[in-house]
Nanobody, 120 residues
Framework: VQLQASGGGLVQAGGSLRLSCAAS????????MGWYRQAPGKLRELVAVVSTGGTTAYADSVKGRFTISRDNAKNMVALQMDSLKPEDTAVYYCQAVVQLYYRAGNFQYWGQGTQVTVSS
């Protein structure tokens, strides 16, 4: 299973970016997909997550500014980030909890990370 993320970059404060992530491989189903971020010297933290049914959850710090969406048919998840702040600067990782064709259970996979830098 591979998660390929794209869409990071440099933006000024108040600007917007959209991250996308596509999952591929021997995936029978995906339970949840989400985005995490890790700033220098800090622990990785949850940004937003979306279930198969579309239920979403957000970190308090991004509520009202970020929107997570999912395309179940394409195994894709996106994160629309608006009103960006310098404190949003981090490496963003997509994550998926999946069920496989060839092995029972739920498994967590991570994308390679994409840098988001917000200048003041």
């Amino acid at each position: 299973v591979q998660l390929q993320a794209s869409g990071g970059g440099l933006v000024q404060a108040g600007g917007s970016l959209r991250l996308s992530c596509a999952a591929s491989g021997s995936i029978r189903s995906i339970n949840s997909m989400g985005w995490y971020r890790q700033a220098p010297g800090k622990l990785r933290e949850l940004v937003a997550v979306v279930s198969t049914g579309g239920t979403t959850a957000y970190a308090d710090s991004v509520k009202g500014r970020f929107t997570i969406s999912r395309d179940n048919a394409k195994n894709m998840v996106a994160l629309q980030m608006d009103s960006l702040k310098p404190e949003d600067t981090a490496v963003y990782y997509c994550q998926a909890v999946v069920q496989l064709y060839y092995r029972a259970g739920n498994f967590q996979y991570w994308g390679q990370g994409t840098q988001v830098t917000v200048s003041s």
